[in-house]
Nanobody, 121 residues
Framework: QVQLVESGGGLVQAGGSLRLSCAASGRTFSSYAMGWFRQVPGKAREFVADISWSGDSTDYADSMKGRFTISRDNAKNTVYLQMNSLKPEDTAVYYC??????????????WGQGTQVTVSS
């Protein structure tokens, strides 16, 4: 069992940056791939990025490449999402998830409660 708690969301102007954190409980954190997804009301949950259990492999949705960076610290049971050059269309609730990885939400067994990111124009 893994419990995930996101933090770091907030209101930022377009072009600004935010760093999201996801703290995991449980001693098996390092055995899971971790992912970030986002969702706006009325739309499906969207893949943002994922990272392998070791941190050696990462993947990003095309619209996030070059702007977002996913990383993890297994000693701290934490995964991060550094978001730069934010755009109003990045506004969403951001969720972290633990599982086998990949861009499909079905690849994840555990989800956090989400953190709101709002980018003003």
């Amino acid at each position: 069992q893994v419990q995930l708690v996101e933090s770091g969301g907030g209101l930022v102007q377009a072009g600004g940056s935010l760093r999201l954190s996801c703290a995991a409980s449980g001693r098996t954190f390092s055995s899971y791939a971790m992912g970030w997804f986002r969702q706006v009301p009325g739309k499906a949950r969207e893949f943002v990025a994922d990272i392998s259990w070791s941190g050696d492999s990462t993947d990003y949705a095309d619209s996030m490449k070059g702007r977002f960076t996913i990383s993890r610290d297994n000693a701290k049971n934490t995964v991060y999402l550094q978001m730069n050059s934010l755009k109003p269309e990045d506004t969403a609730v951001y969720y972290c998830a633990a599982g086998t990885g990949g861009s499909a939400y079905l690849g994840y067994d555990y989800w956090g409660q989400g953190t709101q990111v709002t980018v003003s124009s």
